[in-house]
């Protein structure tokens, strides 16, 4: 990524980070987006609450733009509702930018379906980012992530406030949420990007 940098400064202005989330009305945010760090064992402990209200969403982020969110029928992501999500909702918001735009996604089994790669080897071709893909990303990357480090905490400190009654009132606090993201956020995110990869690449 800091080659491509190199070779294009404006390279991660081309990028759309994309990601999914699951918010409970409990409060619970998919584990594998949040981590706690300190100097010594903070024995944090995530309560995990059964049968609870929960929706399944996708946001894109670009340096200027939030697309979505997206909200799918059902909390399980497949490879065929991930698709429809693509084709329908993501790829007709970012046909203006194309033939520029960079499609990131992370390794989730539903994005490495054979047609979910055929969809995007035609519409970014050699333009598209995951493990495996054209241009290579990290297996576990929340930390180099703007949709993990920023968007995710960012939303569910404003959704959270609190307490909520159904999926309804999450979709609504969701949609709610982004709108207060604004073009100053996302400069400081995409900063934040180049600084991280660079504290990757030290390590």
């Not at 706690?36 to 402990?45: D, H, K, R, S």
Request: hydrophobic share 40%; glycine share 4%; net charge neutral.
């Amino acid at each position: 990524m800091l080659q491509k940098i190199e070779e294009d400064e404006n390279f991660l202005q081309r990028v759309i980070f994309s990601d999914e989330a699951t918010f409970h009305a409990s409060g619970i945010v998919n584990r594998h987006n949040i981590r706690i760090w300190g100097l010594e064992n903070p024995y944090a402990v995530l309560e995990q609450v059964r049968d609870r209200p929960k929706v399944k969403m996708w946001c894109g982020l670009l340096y200027d733009r939030i697309i979505g969110p997206f909200f799918f029928s059902e909390v399980t992501v497949r490879s065929d509702n991930y698709l429809d999500m693509l084709e329908i909702f993501a790829l007709p918001q970012i046909e203006d930018l194309q033939p520029n735009i960079i499609f990131q996604r992370d390794g989730a089994p539903p994005h490495w379906s054979l047609k979910v790669r055929k969809v995007l080897n035609e519409k970014f071709p050699r333009r598209w980012i995951r493990r495996g893909g054209p241009i290579p990303w990290p297996p576990r990357s929340p930390d180099i992530t703007p949709l993990d480090f920023f968007v995710w905490i960012y939303m569910k400190n404003i959704v959270h406030q609190s307490p909520i009654r159904d999926t309804e009132e999450i979709k609504i606090r969701i949609t709610a949420a982004i709108r207060t993201v604004d073009s100053e956020m996302l400069h400081i995110t995409w900063l934040e990007i180049s600084y991280k990869l660079q504290c990757v690449a030290r390590d």
